[in-house]
Antibody
């Protein structure tokens, strides 16, 4: 069974850093684009970042550009999100999601359970 | 950025009802439109991709239609497990914008 499991969330002070991980099992992420999506408490979904299957291309939402870095280790079947200069508005549950890019159509078919990041002093 | 607007934002219905949720894009997105279901405290689940293709494992009572700027998600006969929040998402541009969500509650 395909599964994604996030870890690394927690409480951090404004201006601090955190690194999230997303470990895949039951499938190989090597052929998938991978994404991070976040959801602030009681709010809707916001796309954060994506990375191409071979790691050669990355894209970021304007709200995190220059502060967050997405990366992957296909040998470890794991996705990462390095978050620096964190702000209160970054408080959210962070989900990783896989994207099979079927016939040029992007979709998020597997999701992790999410990890909560709280930015507060 | 492309804005996605769902209506209604909330609705209530009975088990067995037919329900339709609409999603409008601020510009044409062809059929680059996905629908997700999110139950409380859970991760979203992909239901429909490319506007009308049913994701493997999703029940056949879910269907999607539309192209351009206007899209619909239809549930043909509501089941108890369908009471959740539904989100549309455009994948036409790499901002991957989601709608604000439509919360479906039991009447």
């Amino acid at each position: 069974e395909a599964q994604l499991v996030e870890s690394g969330g927690g409480l951090v002070q404004p201006g601090g850093s955190l690194r999230l991980s997303c470990a895949a099992s039951g499938f190989a992420i090597t052929t998938y684009w991978m994404h991070w999506v976040r959801q602030a408490p009681g709010k809707g979904l916001e796309w954060v970042s994506r990375i191409k299957s071979d790691g050669s291309r990355t894209t970021y939402a304007d709200s995190v550009k220059g502060r967050f870095t997405i990366s992957r280790d296909n040998a470890k079947n794991t996705l990462y999100l390095q978050m620096n200069s964190l702000r209160a508005e970054d408080t959210a549950v962070y989900y990783c999601a896989s994207d099979p890019d079927r016939g040029g159509y992007s979709m998020f078919d597997y999701w992790g359970q999410g990890t909560l990041v709280t930015v507060s002093s | 950025d492309i804005q996605m607007t769902q209506s209604p934002s909330s609705l209530s219905a009975f088990v067995g009802d037919r329900v339709t949720i609409t999603c409008r894009a601020s510009q044409s997105i062809s059929n680059y439109l996905n629908w997700y279901q999110q139950r409380p405290g859970k991760a979203p689940k992909l239901l429909i991709y490319a506007a009308s293709s049913l994701q493997s494992g999703a029940p056949s009572r879910f269907s999607g239609s539309g192209s351009g700027t206007d899209f619909t998600l239809t549930i043909s006969s509501l089941q108890p497990e369908d009471f959740a929040t539904y989100y549309c998402q455009q994948s036409y541009t790499t901002s991957y914008t989601f709608g604000q969500g439509s919360k479906l509650e039991i009447k």
